[in-house]
């Protein structure tokens, strides 16, 4: 009998020191404290490269910029509503999609100052920008649109027709000239074929329903959609099949995801985080941990793998670093 109980404790220890690894948590940085502001914030964006992190501080009607590597805020640029930012690296241009009033604003990155702007039918939402044509596309906030935009030329220049409207994310697959948007209303992403500005196909993604986040796997044939429900789901790029599904927090907005770590991040504004391994077609959970309350916006820094979250609290907005550990 006693050997029994030895063998059943040894096992219990062994599950117990396998969880303890496979769990992932977030250490706290201090928070940084944007001067002058205040209001809720929509997506943020890390510009590794150029060690910035874009905050579009849509109740500000700013883009705030802070310094990856002091932690400082260098500036609020008045844009307007802002709802997201994309980067060209090599022109050195941050733009910038606002929906009150409706437009992009193109920002010089190393002045921090608005140089341009193309003004937009209807309110604007989420934002990309494709580096290999030079196209920003941005998504029109009441209909089922999706702006390409030459912004050189400060035009519109193809309107993309997609399933429904509310589209959330969106990713670029530059090998194989692809595009794919989530479309919130119609629970699907749909996949863009670059050189057309065509919709070629739309996947469902229950069960995760009300679409926000997407990722791209540059190492696979995946994108990971996560939805507002509180279900993420791993599928494949070229068919459309649902690979793997997990659970996340409820009510996620926006989620970050380090290719090079295979992790994903879903925060939610009760101050709750939870974490995924991704690895191939399979999804791991690797626990909830605490973020900050209120905060929806999140954002990687690829260099150093900080997790950055944006917020309000009280009269006052923060940013706030996170460093992620065994």
């Given at each position: 009998m006693k050997k029994i109980q030895i063998s059943v404790a040894l096992a219990f220890l062994y599950v117990a020191a396998t969880l303890s690894t496979n769990a992932a948590s977030l250490k706290p940085g201090d928070p940084v404290l944007i001067d002058n502001a205040k209001g809720k914030f929509d997506f943020i964006r890390a510009d590794s490269k150029g060690r910035r992190l874009?905050?579009?501080?849509?109740?500000?009607?700013?883009?705030?910029?802070?310094?990856?590597?002091?932690?400082?805020?260098?500036?609020?640029?008045?844009?307007?509503?802002?709802?997201?930012?994309?980067?060209?690296?090599k022109n050195g241009l941050?733009?910038?999609?606002?929906?009150?009033?409706?437009?992009?604003?193109?920002?010089?990155?190393?002045?921090?100052?608005?140089i341009g702007e193309v003004t937009?039918?209807?309110?604007?939402?989420?934002?990309?920008?494709?580096?290999?044509?030079?196209?920003?596309?941005?998504?029109?906030?009441?209909?089922?649109?999706?702006?390409?935009?030459?912004?050189?030329?400060?035009k519109i220049v193809n309107t993309i027709i997609l399933p429904g409207k509310?589209?959330?994310?969106?990713v670029f697959d530059y090998k194989n000239k692809k595009a794919y948007q989530v479309v919130k209303a119609a629970n699907v992403v749909s996949v863009i074929d670059l050189a057309s500005n065509a919709v070629v196909a739309s996947y469902p993604v229950a069960p995760a329903t009300n679409p926000h986040g997407i990722a791209y796997q540059a190492d696979?044939?995946?994108?990971?959609?996560?939805?507002?429900?509180?279900?993420?789901?791993?599928?494949?790029?070229?068919?459309?099949?649902?690979?793997?599904?997990?659970?996340?927090?409820?009510?996620?907005?926006?989620?970050?995801?380090?290719?090079?770590?295979?992790?994903?991040?879903?925060?939610?504004?009760?101050?709750?985080?939870?974490?995924?391994?991704?690895?191939?077609?399979?999804?791991?959970?690797?626990?909830?941990?605490?973020?900050?309350?209120?905060?929806?916006?999140?954002?990687?820094?690829?260099?150093?793998?900080?997790?950055w979250l944006a917020y309000p609290k009280g009269e006052q907005s923060f940013a706030q670093p996170f460093t992620p550990g065994e």
């Open positions: 874009l905050l579009a501080h849509t109740e500000n009607k700013s883009l705030d910029i802070i310094d990856l590597d002091t932690h400082k805020l260098l500036k609020s640029i008045p844009t307007g509503a802002a709802q997201d930012a994309a980067v060209d690296s941050y733009f910038v999609s606002v929906s009150a009033p409706p437009h992009m604003a193109i920002i010089d990155s190393k002045k921090l100052e608005v937009l039918p209807a309110a604007a939402d989420l934002m990309n920008f494709n580096p290999a044509t030079s196209m920003a596309y941005v998504c029109n906030d009441t209909a089922g649109e999706l702006w390409v935009i030459d912004p050189a030329a400060k509310g589209m959330e994310d969106l696979g044939d995946t994108v990971l959609i996560t939805g507002g429900g509180g279900k993420a789901v791993l599928m494949s790029r070229s068919t459309g099949k649902i690979l793997a599904v997990a659970d996340t927090v409820t009510k996620t907005d926006e989620m970050a995801y380090d290719g090079k770590q295979h992790r994903a991040y879903f925060p939610n504004a009760a101050g709750k985080i939870t974490i995924l391994g991704v690895e191939g077609e399979k999804l791991t959970p690797l626990g909830e941990v605490d973020g900050a309350v209120g905060a929806r916006s999140i954002a990687i820094d690829t260099k150093t793998h900080t997790v």
